[in-house]
């Protein structure tokens, strides 16, 4: 039965409240608990003067060795492989551990601070600059920065991030204000770039802030809204620039070979024809000779034969004959192409006269071209 139920044990409440059902009285309550806490500790409230001192002061030893204890624990802690720690004592510095377990006076004697030195952090860049030729241009882009010092990262610089701003703003402005606004709005982005990367190491060196600069990206690189149209004109104009030139370049790429191959054909053919003239000269020459020397063997019989070969190659070559027949004073014109163009009879008739023309007129043309030969000799012989 419990003690607050109808006819239950009154004395039990614990409250204090002997036979009464209102509500406890806090006062009393916290007395009582005072009271109990004193005699733990030896207090006048507990009986047994000099056991209750004793073991009161035993136990507040206990609970001060387990503070002490676990005040003690609270100084452990651990240091990644990427991490160093900084340890303050009362706010100075006084160590720097490396990766692993370590321990420091607890709070408020020491403190750890950690340092991540392989993350790489970016930091944005925005600035509007002026160029050597005295144009204007807002740059964008990030810095991406690592800790390469983490004591002089923490103490030598307040704001590490806004001196690494300020040093890449400086550096960028005087690596700009060397370069014209047409290569810096183009190609010179990269080189730009790298300038600024080393300046700025160079700076942060200097003032000691513990920055590695790992990289500088020049993102945009544009004149002011106000002047984007008009700057807009000229990169277009110098993109067709760069195409035209790379279309002329094509196409000289393209003429050029087919005219060097032309050039060196024709030299070919020029020395080909050379060689075939020179050789021919010689040949004939060399014939002329021989001619010469067998017509002084026989000069007779060279004459003959040369008639006849003469005869052989102009006869050969003409398709009309006329003939002159002997005891008539009327010159016949027979038109041999017309005639053996013909068929029938016309073909026989004309196979007929060409026969006769032809031998009268070679008879005549030998005896003509035998005087001419004897004429020439004779010339000759009188030299």
Not at 104 to 119: A, L, M, Q
Not at 153 to 172: D, G, H, K, M
Not at 231 to 257: H, I, K, S
């Amino acid at each position: 039965m419990a003690w607050n139920e109808p006819g239950g044990n009154g004395d039990k409440d614990p409250w204090g409240n002997r036979g009464n059902q209102g509500p406890p009285d806090l006062d009393e309550v916290f007395k009582n608990f005072q009271r109990k806490f004193g005699s733990l500790f030896g207090g006048k409230g507990g009986r047994g003067g000099g056991r209750g001192s004793g073991a009161g002061r035993m136990g507040i030893g206990i609970v001060i060795a387990i503070v002490l204890l676990f005040w003690m624990a609270t100084g452990f802690y651990k240091i990644e492989e990427a991490e160093r720690g900084i340890i303050l004592r009362f706010g100075e510095h006084v160590s720097t551990t490396q990766s692993g377990l370590h321990w420091h006076w607890p709070t408020p004697i020491e403190s750890v601070t950690k340092v991540d030195i392989t993350k790489v952090h970016p930091v944005p860049l925005r600035a509007t600059m002026l160029t050597q030729d005295e144009n204007i241009v807002d740059i964008e882009g990030t810095i991406q920065y690592q800790v390469a010092d983490a004591t002089a990262y923490l103490f030598n610089v307040r704001t590490p991030e806004i001196s690494l701003s300020q040093a890449a703003e400086s550096a960028l402005r005087e690596s700009i204000g060397k370069s014209k606004m047409d290569y810096v709005i183009t190609e010179g982005r990269g080189q730009i770039a790298f300038e600024v990367e080393k300046l700025i190491q160079e700076i942060v060196d200097f003032y000691g802030t513990g920055i590695k600069v790992i990289k500088v990206n020049i993102l945009h690189a544009k004149p002011p809204e106000a002047v984007k149209d008009a700057f807009d004109d000229v990169t277009q104009a110098r993109e067709d620039e760069v195409r035209l030139t790379n279309e002329a370049e094509a196409y000289r790429n393209e003429v050029v070979p087919k005219a060097r191959g032309a050039a060196a054909r024709l030299r070919e053919e020029a020395d080909a024809y050379k060689k075939e003239v020179i050789a021919r000269a010689e040949g004939e020459a060399n014939r002329f000779s021989q001619q010469l020397s067998a017509y002084e063997r026989a000069p007779g019989v060279t004459r003959d034969r040369l008639y006849l070969d003469m005869m052989e190659s102009v006869l050969g070559n003409s398709s009309k004959v006329l003939v002159d027949l002997e005891g008539n004073n009327n010159l016949l014109y027979l038109p041999l192409d017309k005639l053996m163009s013909r068929s029938g009879t016309t073909d026989a008739l004309s196979d007929s006269l060409q026969g006769l023309t032809q031998q009268q007129d070679l008879f005549r043309q030998a005896q003509q071209q035998s005087q001419r030969t004897r004429n020439n000799l004779r010339t000759r012989e009188a030299r």
